[in-house]
């Protein structure tokens, strides 16, 4: 089992920035990505932006490359999403990701970003 809790979201104006956080707990020895996930209503969740625990380069989506960068700390069981030059469009709730072996998937409880125009 894996917890994630997630924190940082929360009200900007397009341009701005916003940094999350998540803390990760539980059977982490088992987890090989990390990753944030963003939904809006009505549609699918997607994926943003995920960290590999091996060292393989980090992924992004398209629509946040140059924009959103993922970064770790593992000492502290942490992983971070810093979002610049945010846009409306990126309005959403962010969710943290873990995979495990297994495989099995874990999702925080999410936070709101509202980017305004």
């Known amino acids: 089992q894996v917890e994630l809790v997630e924190a940082g979201g929360g009200s900007v104006q397009a341009g701005g920035s916003l940094r999350l956080s998540c803390t990760a707990s539980?059977?982490?020895?088992?987890?090989?990505?990390l990753g944030w996930y963003r939904q809006v209503p009505g549609k699918e969740r997607e994926l943003v932006a995920r960290i590999y625990i091996g060292g393989s380069p980090s992924t992004y989506a398209d629509s946040v490359k140059g924009r959103f960068t993922i970064s770790r700390d593992s000492a502290k069981n942490m992983v971070w999403l810093q979002m610049t030059s945010l846009k409306p469009e990126d309005t959403a709730v962010y969710y943290c990701n873990a995979v495990t072996y297994g495989p099995r998937e874990y999702y925080g409880q999410g936070t709101q970003v509202t980017v305004s125009s």
């Open positions: 539980g059977r982490l020895f088992q987890v090989y990505t």
